[in-house]
């Protein structure tokens, strides 16, 4: 079993209430509820049905509320975060493929 020290480490651990994840980011909590409904994030819940959110995601939410604050509607921001990690991953994938 991972050590509390290891998972605080990982990107993908949901360590962050909903609310600080909301303090961290400078957002409201509805901003990150939207995020969720508009398929960006998909916080894990904790036992207690409480989202939980990891830093990977508090980085997407915050490159969302930095284009949402650019004047970038909420829809169009997410969907531009998500193409933009899809290509970061395609270009992860071709470039281990060229050294193999």
Known sequence: MAQPDDMLDDEDYPAYTMGRAAEIIGCSQDFLRRLGDAKLINPQRSSGGHRRYSRY???LAARARE????????ASACRIIILEDQLEEALR????HRQS
């Open 57 to 59: 995601q508090l980085r």
């Open 67 to 74: 284009m949402c604050d650019q004047g970038t509607d909420i």
């Open 93 to 96: 994938r071709n470039e281990r």
